[in-house]
């Protein structure tokens, strides 16, 4: 079984940076997807950025040409570094696997998810 750790995050006021990482073990299947979720209060849990297994990212149109996703496969670590930070990007991150490969920002295609790491973006 897969298991992701999040770190990475804490408060910064708008227009702020923070990277998160986020430390798979458990697995060695380098076919798999890995993505960043946001979940907002009171929302519902949305994809922000996917990474396939050749490192071809996928965003979301809400965070392109803020957030960058990318990976270590050596040190089987996944990176999202945030910049331009909004308050409505304000919410738990979860780090996710898909065993599949897919790639996609649909929560459902996502197996493994870590317990989440909290970003609060306010004045």
């Known amino acids: 079984q897969v298991q992701l750790a999040e770190s990475g995050g804490g408060s910064v006021q708008p227009g702020g940076s923070l990277r998160l990482s986020c430390t798979a073990s458990?697995?060695?299947?380098?076919?798999?997807?890995m993505a960043w979720f946001h979940q907002a209060p009171g929302k519902e849990r949305e994809g922000v950025a996917a990474i396939d297994n050749r490192g071809a990212p996928r965003y979301l149109d809400s965070v392109k040409g803020r957030f960058t996703i990318s990976k270590d496969n050596a040190a089987n670590t996944l990176y999202l570094q945030m910049n331009s930070l909004k308050p409505e990007d304000t919410g738990m991150y979860y780090c996710a696997v898909d065993r599949h490969g897919f790639r996609r920002l649909f929560s459902v295609d996502y197996e493994d998810w870590g317990q989440g790491t909290q970003v609060t973006v306010s004045s």
């Open positions: 458990g697995y060695t299947n380098d076919y798999y997807s």
